[in-house]
């Protein structure tokens, strides 16, 4: 079974936008927070944004004020909206789920989504 499944992803021109969507399947009664993390070939997967289920948000220095994390509970959805783009955004944009509560929960260990891969061109 596909836990979270990301899409949106695509090609653009930098100063453009797109908007990533993670489709979460995941059913649990541990806490979850949720994340984006993106990886560019040659380069170290970071952390992009955060959300936990109790709407706290962080974002790493280099996407804060461009980027948005948002969710849909309802939906198990959380998006990613993309705004000013800029060629070193190119990358690919996965979806995290880590639990957290109990030690049980936290043993169940992270769960990532295939990635999908945003281009930013000059």
């Known amino acids: 079974q596909e836990q979270l499944v990301e899409s949106g992803g695509g090609s653009v021109q930098a100063g453009g936008s797109l908007r990533l969507t993670c489709l979460r399947s995941?059913?649990?009664?541990?806490?979850?927070?949720m994340y984006w993390y993106r990886q560019a070939p040659g380069k170290e997967r970071e952390f992009v944004a955060t959300?936990?289920?109790?709407?706290?948000?962080a974002y790493s220095d280099a996407v804060k004020g461009r980027f948005s994390i948002s969710q849909d509970l309802a939906k198990n959805e959380v998006y990613l909206q993309m705004n000013l783009l800029k060629p070193e955004d190119t990358a690919t944009y996965y979806c995290?789920?880590?639990?957290?509560?109990?030690?049980?929960?936290?043993?169940?260990?992270?769960?990532w989504g295939q990635g999908t891969q945003v281009t930013v061109s000059a």
């Open positions: 995290k789920a880590a639990l957290y509560g109990d030690p049980e929960c936290s043993a169940q260990g992270d769960y």
């Open positions: 995941l059913t649990t009664d541990c806490d979850v927070n």
């Open positions: 959300i936990s289920r109790f709407n706290t948000i």
